[in-house]
């Protein structure tokens, strides 16, 4: 069975500071790898999208980064975080195939203070 | 750019009633639409989709699809307190990458007891 995995859980940070979020997938062949943003009770925005290692495609741009080191790894981050990032993070996995179901993980709340 | 508008915001349904919820795409290639659930504090977890015009029921469940319209809805019947959540629209247009979803504002569902 697939699983995804996401760290870490919740992360209260300062404005100006590093970020970094990763998540790892198991089970799974070279799936594609989505990072979603969410603010608090509002909807998702796809950030960034993988269909390969080491190639990553920006969507929205929030001032983030993102990067596929290994086949089952996504990690999203900057180098200087703003109150705006605070919000819920979620890492996403699909097949290759078209028009299949998004999985996601169980999210990052991230606090930027 | 695509958008997904989703009505009402929010509906308050009493236990045992039945929440219908709407949802329209902009976008003339949009084919598949996702209806996905999310508990407060949760990741979203894929409720239903459909592709094809008509009706798809499962369980107290049932979404529409008219694809001239673009339009689809979900309708939860006999409601219970833990459907209380907040329901998300997707599209994908046609061909597309899968995971390129766009998704609306949402739908808040309370039920009271």
């Known amino acids: 069975a697939q699983t995804i995995h996401q760290w870490p859980v919740a992360e209260i940070k300062a404005v100006g500071s590093p970020l970094s979020l990763g998540c790892t997938i198991k089970?799974?062949?070279?799936?594609?790898l989505y990072w979603y943003w969410q603010a608090t009770g509002g909807t998702l925005q796809q950030l960034f999208y993988?269909?390969?290692?080491?190639?990553v495609e920006s969507v929205v741009q929030l001032n983030l980064s993102a990067s596929r080191p290994k086949d089952d790894q996504f990690i999203l981050s900057t180098e200087k975080l703003l109150l705006s990032h605070s919000g819920f993070y979620l890492c996403?996995?699909?097949?290759?195939?078209?028009?299949?179901?998004?999985?996601f993980g169980k999210g990052t709340r991230l606090t930027v203070v | 750019q695509q958008k997904v508008q989703q009505s009402p915001e929010s509906l308050i349904v009493p236990e045992g009633g039945m929440a219908s919820l709407n949802c329209t795409s902009s976008?003339?290639?949009?084919?598949y639409f996702w209806w996905y659930r999310q508990h407060s504090g949760k990741s979203p977890k894929m409720l239903m989709s459909i592709f094809s015009n008509g009706e798809k029921e499962e369980g107290r469940f049932t979404v529409h699809l008219n694809k001239a319209s673009l339009h689809t809805s979900l309708h939860i019947r006999d409601s219970q307190p833990s459907d209380s959540a907040l329901y998300l629209c997707a599209a994908m247009n046609t061909g597309g990458l899968s995971g390129k979803l766009t998704f609306g504002e949402g739908t808040q569902v309370t039920v009271i007891s």
């Open positions: 976008d003339r290639n949009v084919d």
């Open positions: 089970g799974k062949s070279s799936p594609n």
């Open positions: 993988s269909i390969t290692v080491g190639q």
């Open positions: 996403a996995w699909s097949l290759r195939t078209t028009n299949t179901e998004v999985f």
